[in-house]
Structures are given as structure tokens and as C-alpha cells.
């Protein structure tokens, strides 16, 4: 854990609609549910998954059912609505544009430092970066 937390890693999708595409994204904690070289990305609109407490308490006033399946989220873009205002708009609906609704799409990884515009939103900073 120690070697992963708030590290960097560029991963580059390897098949589905982003096949080639690149995404850098920051380890905030591992999940015990995740085998070995698995990344869990947390998208607006991809459900809550085994860990579902960030959210819900996070809008409490946004019914359990507006964040879609558990495991997958919700199910098209016009579903972005019933998010609170801050997610219904461009961040949930990333997962529809940019990230094509993949599911679970396969990647390779590599370590890279973190980007400023990471660790200015996170403030979690590594010192070997």
C-alpha cells in the first residue's frame, strides 16, 4: 500500500471503443474486493460498487436509485439528470463521451509523476515524484 498511495499511473486502454486512449489517474486507496493490477476508476454515473458510502453521504438527498446498478452505474447519458448539479453535467457525462461507456476496459499501466493538476485537487503528493 505504501508504495501505491497517491502515486501516478498513465494507463493505456488496450480494447473496447477506447482502445488506445490514454488516462492518468492517482491511487487514493486500495480495495480489498480487487485483484493484482486492477485500477477501480471512480467515475460520476459508474455506480457505487462494494464501498458504496462515499456518495450517498456525500448527497444525501439524491435517492440510492439516481446512482444506477451497483456494479456499472447508469445506463445512458439522459440518466445524468438525477445526479446532483455538480455531477449531472460534464463530469457525468464523460463516462458517455470521452470514456465511450466502456466496461471494464483493459489497460497497461505505467508509474509517471503526478500531474499539478492531480495533486492540486487530491493534496496528496509523494515525495519520490
Known sequence: MNQMCCACYKLTFTNTAIKGKNMIVQVTNTGSDLGNN???????????????????KQWPKTPVSAWGARY???????????????????????????FKNADNPQANFERVPCPAAITSISKCKRNDD
Do not use: E, M, Y
Open 72 to 98: 456499472g452505474g447508469i445506463s445512458n447519458v439522459n440518466q445524468c439528470a438525477a445526479l446532483p448539479k455538480d455531477l449531472s453535467g460534464s463530469p457525468c457525462k464523460f463516462r458517455f463521451t470521452w
Open 38 to 56: 486492477h485500477f477501480d476508476l471512480q467515475l460520476p454515473a459508474g455506480g457505487l460498487g462494494i464501498f458504496d458510502q462515499g456518495c450517498p
